[in-house]
């Protein structure tokens, strides 16, 4: 699995042992926006590599960056080839916009480009 091997190669690079069973992973990534599924897969990530960490925790790729800026809340806004939004206010309620991709709503993006680039 390509996320177990990048987790092995950066402990390899950051100088801990392959046998050191890491505390917790946080993965916030592109298209993790249902907790049931996102739950799934922490499921089967930790069945599969029982030996590698303790806990593991998956969550859309606008969660990170909110969480990382401050515990107070905030926006993020994502334009790329796809497009997202998230607003987490101070009392834990959200708000998200987008993530509709590129044929319903990603005008925000170079999508448009893509046909003339390769």
């Known amino acids: 699995m390509r996320l177990a091997d990048m987790i092995e190669k ?3 690079n ?7 069973i890491l505390d917790g992973l946080g993965l916030c ?7 049931e599924a ?18 593991c925790h998956v969550a859309s790729d606008t969660v990170g960056p909110v969480y990382t ?15 997202n939004s998230l607003l987490l206010n101070p009392d834990g309620t959200t708000a998200r916009c ?9 005008e925000a993006s170079g999508a448009h480009f893509l046909p003339t680039m390769f």
Do not use: Q, Y
């Open 38 to 55: 996102n739950r799934e897969f922490e499921r089967i990530f930790m069945r599969k590599h029982p030996d590698m960490i303790e806990s």
């Open 10 to 12: 950066t402990k390899e």
């Open 29 to 35: 990534m592109s298209g993790c926006e249902e907790e």
């Open 69 to 83: 800026a401050g515990l107070k809340g905030g926006i993020v806004l994502i334009a790329g080839t796809g497009s």
């Open 14 to 20: 950051i100088g801990i042992k392959r046998e050191k």
């Open 98 to 106: 987008g993530g509709w991709g590129h044929l319903l709503g990603d």
